[in-house]
């Protein structure tokens, strides 16, 4: 791939989750920059905290839904109040196939959610969102 | 009022009364409440126009009988006051019935007395329990015998015979009114503590599906990892997987397999019936939409199927298909394999069910396991004899449960099975 995107950010309770996702990503090597947290609130510091005068801004965001303390819910929610050069370019819900269904409903509802996903990330799910969402790119 | 009224209904009562004594404390208190009112106007009547020596006597011979329970009550003496309330009628309606004319109605108690006993003590006599009312209707025959034949003993003004024939109608209708009061109350208790018994009951059912999706559902996540990791493995470990360490990850995959199944099982299970719409349904057209999901299947097994005219019914569609696709599905797959398996469905109409069966000539189940074949994740078999999870037959219990059917098995091993269900024909949801 010649054009990578920069940055690629991860929001997942849950270790082993982060380190497939992060893996899969790798192996595709579609990004410069993968960032790995492990709760909304680490990763909403993330967001909103300048590096030399520029937010980090994600081209994509992988968002687990069900997580302790604050929820991906919880995390679209302040997400949402962010300013818009703080914001990711495309969030991208991580859902569990037993709640697909009445959880994608909810999350549409959010107006901020360009992409949906089934847990766990593969290969030919990570390409398809790239796809969907970064045409240039492929 | 009110506050004098309820003490003297609750008369005897204490902490530690049974319900059931409760019961007889208060009817007895009532009625007794009762009578003293009405005996005290009566004697107060008969007093102030002039039959003071009536009223003495009315007086000595129906307070004890009146006032006799509430003291005893009050005392704890529970026996003595129901022997009072019992026994002490009989004398005293006798007395006063040949004592005055007819018109005064006192054989009229004894209709009460036939009843009384039923109220009091009904659940120590047992089979004794039609000695007193007989012993009351014989009172009452005995009584109007005497007035056909004989003269009252007393002759008592016009007026005070109406008078007296007053309160006694008027205490025999109190009576009943108490009675029925009293059974209007206990049957109010008891309604409120069915519905609150029954909602009880659901919240709990409510709670356990829901434990049941939330845990199959968590217990998704680590699975997904361990299924993910093993890949990672395998994947990246590829050249130097000897042979055992790829017998033992067969193994760790084939358990994680296994539990995934499960876990989809239970998960299914516990939304049978979420989302269900009730319908009247063709079930020819339902079975043969599924024939042709089953085609394969079907041919592959050389099954012979054979389906009657059946009726429509009110029911849900998914689920209903459901529970025919895993009962046929069984059919096929519990089957020898020298054997063609031919499945026969036939079903009756009953006057509150739509009886169903589905035989086949299968392996059969023993009789002593017959029931547990509908409970979740039992096998009979070992999983290299026959594949499956043992949740089939609990999918079909449940639903057959949700259309307020029974499910049931008749069966003869090497022989053949015949599975029965009932659906109702009002499904009240």
Redesign the interface.
């Known amino acids: 791939m010649k054009n990578k995107l920069r940055n690629i950010l991860l929001i997942d309770d ?1 270790k ?2 982060n380190f ?1 996702n992060s ?1 899969i990503i790798k192996k595709a090597d579609v990004t410069h920059n993968i960032v790995v947290t492990y709760g909304a609130r680490e990763a909403l510091d993330y967001l909103s905290t300048s590096v030399d005068g520029s937010f980090p801004n994600p081209e994509i965001i992988f968002l687990d839904i ?1 997580m302790p303390d604050m929820t991906g819910w919880d995390f679209l929610e302040e997400y949402r109040k962010l300013n818009d050069n703080q914001k990711a370019g495309v969030v991208v819900c991580m859902l ?4 697909a269904d009445d959880d994608k409903e909810k999350a549409l509802s959010y107006n901020i959610l360009s992409d949906f996903s089934n ?2 990330l593969s290969f030919d799910k990570l390409m398809g969102i790239i796809e969907n969402n970064f045409p240039k790119l492929v | 009022m009110k506050n004098l009224f309820s003490q003297i209904q609750n008369l005897g009562i204490e902490t530690s009364t049974l319900p059931e004594e409760i019961r007889i404390l208060k009817i007895i208190n009532r009625l007794s409440a009762l009578g003293v009112i009405v005996i005290s106007i009566t004697i107060l009547m008969l007093f102030l126009t002039g039959e003071q020596y009536f009223s003495g006597l009315a007086a000595l011979t129906c307070y004890p009988l009146i006032i006799g329970p509430l003291i005893t009550n009050y005392y704890q003496k529970f026996t003595l006051s129901r022997i009072i309330f019992l026994f002490y009628p009989f004398p005293t309606i006798i007395f006063f019935s040949i004592l005055f004319p007819k018109e005064a109605h006192f054989q009229y108690y004894t209709f009460i007395v036939i009843g009384l006993h039923f109220v009091f003590i009904d659940y120590i006599t047992g089979k004794w329990r039609w000695v007193y009312p007989l012993f009351g209707l014989c009172c009452s025959v005995f009584l109007e015998w005497y007035h056909y034949n004989y003269i009252h003993l007393l002759d008592i003004a016009r007026f005070h015979t109406f008078c007296i024939h007053i309160s006694n109608d008027l205490f025999i209708i109190m009576t009943s009114w108490v009675i029925y009061y009293t059974m209007l109350k206990e049957r109010d208790a008891a309604t409120l503590q069915i519905k609150q018994k029954s909602l009880e009951l659901e919240q709990k059912n409510t709670q356990l599906e829901h434990f049941a999706y939330i845990a199959s559902h968590d217990l998704n996540e680590p699975l997904r990892t361990i299924h993910s990791f093993i890949d990672i493995i395998r994947e990246e470990y590829d050249h130097s997987i000897n042979q055992e360490f790829q017998t033992y990850l067969d193994f760790i995959q084939d358990a994680a397999e296994r539990m995934r199944a499960m876990i989809d099982g239970l998960l299914s299970y516990s939304r049978i019936g979420k989302s269900s719409d009730f319908e009247i349904i063709r079930i020819n057209n339902l079975l043969t939409e599924l024939t042709d999901d089953l085609s394969h299947l079907i041919q592959i097994n050389k099954v012979t199927l054979k389906v009657p005219e059946l009726p429509s019914i009110y029911c849900s569609r998914l689920e209903l298909k459901q529970l025919f696709q895993n009962l046929i599905t069984n059919a096929v797959k519990f089957q020898n394999t020298d054997n063609f398996p031919v499945i026969i469905i036939s079903y009756e109409e009953q006057s509150k069910y739509w009886k169903f069966c589905i035989s086949d000539n299968g392996i059969g189940i023993r009789e002593e396991k017959q029931q547990d074949i509908f409970n979740i994740f039992t096998k009979l078999h070992r999983r290299t004899e026959y594949k499956g999870q043992g949740i089939g037959l609990s999918f079909c219990k449940k639903i057959v449960e949700l259309h307020q059917g029974e499910i049931w098995v008749e069966s003869i091993p090497n022989e053949g099975s015949k599975f029965y269900f009932t659906i109702s024909k009002n499904i009240v949801s």
Request: hydrophobic share 15%; glycine share 0%; proline share 8%.
């Open positions: 849950s082993a989750d497939i893996r069900n569990t196939t037993s709640y847990k766990p």
